[in-house]
């Protein structure tokens, strides 16, 4: 916050000591970006607001060296398109804010599930669900979060599940039947993955729903 009137007031000193011709006033951009990492969502609105104050301030302030008609017009449009990005910021905050409202909640819900829930990006496991541990047969997540989850897969089958993973981070949903997991224990058993994507710690990372696989009893 300090911030950003520490820089709109240097503007607008900039601004009065300077003609009308000279369009420094195109510099509140600056402040007003940077409400992009102030929490309060309404601070996009403020900053505008206060823009449009020393706008005006300056006009009358400043020394004339242009007609007060093209003066006028050019700080009225640029007011304007303050709003506009004001407005814009402000749809951004919003999005962001549902993202990690929505995310929140999607981790309390996955935390009861009986299903292995495991997030994976990059070659790393960024968070476990408690039945991952029974599933995997570890002792606490720091035994499986951080770790690649390959390495849990039989070697045979590493190259095919890497490339389902990487479909999924590119958006696709798909069913891996039958996959050879290895657990902490070294007992061997078999798994169908659920894969997909999903929004985690404002990341997309795949998402891998595990379930231990059962084959159709013979008739």
Known sequence: MSLILASA??????????????TVWI???VPLFLTLYWEWRYGPFVVTA?????IAASFFLSSQDVSIVFALLNRVFFSLMLIVSSLLIWN????????ISGEERYRNLVEWLPDAIVVYLEGSILYVNPASLYFFGADQR???VGRDLLD??????QEEIQKKIGQAALGARMLVPDVPVIRRNGRQIRADFSLGDVYWDGKHAVLIVAREHHSPSPC
């Open 92 to 99: 951004h905050k919003q999005y962001e804010e549902n993202l």
């Open 142 to 144: 720091e035994n499986l």
């Open 9 to 22: 007031f240097i503007i607008f000193y900039i601004d009065i000591i300077t003609p009308l011709g000279l």
């Open 27 to 29: 510099l509140y951009f």
């Open 50 to 54: 206060m823009a449009i104050i020393l």
């Open 152 to 157: 849990l897969i039989e070697s045979d089958h």
